[in-house]
Nanobody, 120 residues
Framework: QVQLVESGGGLVQTGGSLRLSCAAS????????MGWYRQAPENQRELVAT???????NYADSVKGRFTISRDNAKNTVYLQMNSLKPEDTAVYYC??????????????WGQGTQVTVSS
């Protein structure tokens, strides 16, 4: 079983910055992809950014140039640096990890979510 613990959400004014962290623990032999998704009220969960084990990032168009995803493989942790925040970035942000446990691949795990609120 894999656990993801998120931290770093909060309330910030438009134009401000926040940094989210997500640490993975539990039973896995490797973490293939880690990422961040978000869900605003009455909206579907959407991709924010993902990063491969080799460090290749992928961003939603809405956050390109403002958000930066990174990971520390030694700490099994993924980060999301969010700059120039806008009210439309307000959502619950969820960490996701695709892990491998010996011969079992793509075990999909979600964190509990952390609230990000951007005031106008």
């Amino acid at each position: 079983q894999v656990q993801l613990v998120e931290s770093g959400g909060g309330l910030v004014q438009t134009g401000g910055s926040l940094r989210l962290s997500c640490a993975a623990s539990g039973s896995f032999t490797s973490i293939r992809v880690m990422g961040w998704y978000r869900q605003a009220p009455e909206n579907q969960r959407e991709l924010v950014a993902t990063i491969s084990s080799g460090g290749s990032p992928n961003y939603a168009d809405s956050v390109k140039g403002r958000f930066t995803i990174s990971r520390d493989n030694a700490k099994n942790t993924v980060y999301l640096q969010m700059n120039s925040l806008k009210p439309e970035d307000t959502a619950v942000y969820y960490c996701n990890a695709a892990t491998k446990y010996y011969g079992i691949s793509n075990i999909d795990t979600w964190g509990q979510g952390t609230q990000v609120t951007v005031s106008s």
